[in-house]
Nanobody, 123 residues
Framework: QPHLVESGGGLVQPGGSLRLSCAAS????????IGWFRQAPEKEREAVAC????????FYGDAMKGRVTISRDSALGTVLLQMNSLKPEDTGVYYC????????????????WGQGTQVTVSS
């Protein structure tokens, strides 16, 4: 069963930055639409950012818009999420998901997921 692997999470102080990486265990992500989502305890999974596989169009969720950038490292076949000006309310598990042909930046349209990486923003 192919799956994704997230990395780069950790503990950061408010106002700090983190860069998350999403890679696939058995295929390159270069042609897939990839989304980053987050989930806080007792809350639904919400979209942070998505990038299409066809033309690299980017979509950003309202929660972190202006503070995150999604990009591809085509040489490595990975997708990165640069997060800046982090706030305590950004704490949660961050997941990346993949879909073959981009439909929407909603979690329900993504069929392949990673295990997630914990991001904790605290002083």
């Amino acid at each position: 069963q192919p799956h994704l692997v997230e990395s780069g999470g950790g503990l950061v102080q408010p106002g700090g930055s983190l860069r998350l990486s999403c890679a696939a265990s058995e295929f390159s992500l270069n042609r897939h639409a990839i989304g980053w989502f987050r989930q806080a305890p007792e809350k639904e999974r919400e979209a942070v950012a998505c990038i299409t596989g066809s033309d690299g169009s980017r979509f950003y969720g309202d929660a972190m818009k202006g503070r995150v950038t999604i990009s591809r490292d085509s040489a490595l076949g990975t997708v990165l999420l640069q997060m800046n000006s982090l706030k305590p309310e950004d704490t949660g598990v961050y997941y990346c998901g993949a879909q073959g042909v981009f439909r929407t930046c909603e979690a329900s349209d993504f069929g392949v997921w990673g295990q997630g990486t914990q991001v904790t923003v605290s002083s």
